[in-house]
């Protein structure tokens, strides 16, 4: 057996319309694998990597290898959800399996606390956006009511703004 690796085109971003299940970045059209994460894309072809080799199915497992991530990966973990709470906030991303798209509402409380005390990255996942820019819309605590109110009106003419 060979081990495989996703392909690293970087380079300009073509338009998309993909955002990685894993980290939330955009995904140009031409591209196989996520240029953040290497995530390989629905029907991208796994790269051999010369030299590698994967485990035989019948070798033993190194119980290490399938332990819990470990604290500060865990760690990690959260702060890109975070961040990526606060740069998707607002809009439309395709769900993981890519058949339809969601509407994403504000950020949690969490996020913009995170924000605020410094424990987040400036910059969204994609390393592109001013995460500050895009809180700072969501900080108002009214916005959440305005926001229904507008919407409440939208599917109800009737209703007085």
């Known amino acids: 057996m ?7 085109y970087g380079g300009p971003m073509d338009e998309t319309n993909r ?3 894993w980290c939330s970045t955009p995904i140009p059209a031409s591209a196989t694998a996520c240029p953040k994460c290497g ?33 500060a990966v865990r760690l990690e973990m959260r702060k890109i959800e ?5 740069e998707n906030a607002g809009s439309e991303v395709m769900n993981p399996t890519g058949d339809e798209s969601l509407d994403v509402g504000a950020p949690s409380e969490q996020a913009i606390a995170a924000y605020e005390a410094g424990l ?9 956006t001013d995460l500050g820019d895009l809180a700072a819309a969501w900080e108002d605590p009214e916005l959440e009511k305005r926001v229904t109110r507008w919407e409440d009106a939208a599917e109800d003419p009737k209703q007085p703004e």
């Open 2 to 8: 060979v081990a495989t690796a996703a392909v690293d």
């Open 120 to 128: 987040l990255d400036t910059t969204g996942p994609a390393g592109e």
């Open 39 to 71: 995530a390989l894309v629905e029907g991208a072809v796994a790269q051999e990597i010369p030299g590698l080799e994967a485990r035989p199915d019948d070798a033993p497992i190194d119980p290490e290898a399938i332990l819990p991530p470990s604290d």
């Open 82 to 86: 975070l961040e990526a709470q606060i």
């Open 19 to 21: 955002i990685c299940p």
